[in-house]
Structure formats: C-alpha cells, structure tokens
C-alpha cells in the first residue's frame, strides 16, 4: 500500500519553527520527486518547496525562500520541512506529494500520490 504520512505541525507563535515530515512507504522512493504543498480556509492550495528524487537544486515560493528548508533522507524514506520565522499567514494545512521523476526534475506539473496533510497554525 503506497503512503505518505505527514507529522510534525502543530501550534506554534509567530517567529517560532516547525519541522514537517513526511514519511514514505510502498514505493521505490529514491525515484520520486517530493513536494510539499499548502492549504488556507478559503485560499487555493499553494506549492511551497519541491525536492528532485536527487536532492539537488531544491525550489522554495518566494513567501517561503530563506524561511523554509526542505530535505529528504532516501535512507529514511522521508522527505523534511524545516519551517523558520513563522509568520501568521503561513497558517495552513500542509500536505506532501510524490511525483515519479528520476529525471532530476525538481518541480512537477502532477503527482502521482498525497498524503492527508498536517496543520500548521501561526498565532500572531
């Protein structure tokens, strides 16, 4: 059975850290591509960070850049989210997915499985 079991969100005050994770299992991880994507009540889902099955050349949003690191361990089958200096608008549920890409490609236009999320909640 192919999952992907986000952890790690909670609430947390605004300039605080977070690190998300995201565990694998059910397939041959070391070939996909892991993005995290993001959630707000009302807002349409925002991609936030994306890691190639090589852990090279990682891509970050702008709202995001310099505030969030994402990371992967093939060993562990898991991909992380280091989220520094919170803000109140980074409040969402936080979803990670996978895309088959042994290409090296970064970013995907689809992926093929999601996990069921994990709240984030900034408080001001």
């Known amino acids: 059975e192919v999952q992907l079991v986000e952890s790690g969100g909670g609430l947390v005050q605004a300039g605080g850290s977070l690190r998300l994770s995201c565990a694998a299992s059910?397939?041959?991880?070391?070939?996909?591509?892991i993005a995290w994507f993001r959630q707000a009540p009302g807002k349409e889902r925002e991609g936030v960070s994306c890691?190639?099955?090589?852990?090279?050349?990682?891509y970050y949003a702008d709202s995001v850049k310099g505030r969030f690191t994402i990371s992967r361990d093939n060993a562990k089958n898991t991909v992380y989210l280091q989220m520094n200096s919170l803000k109140p608008e980074d409040t969402a549920v936080y979803y990670c997915?996978?895309?088959?890409?042994?290409?090296?490609?970064?970013?995907?236009?689809?992926?093929?499985?999601w996990g069921q999320g994990t709240q984030v909640t900034v408080s001001s």
């Open positions: 997915a996978g895309g088959l890409a042994s290409n090296g490609r970064v970013c995907l236009d689809e992926y093929d499985y």
């Open positions: 059910g397939f041959t991880f070391d070939d996909y591509a």
């Open positions: 890691i190639s099955s090589s852990d090279g050349n990682p």
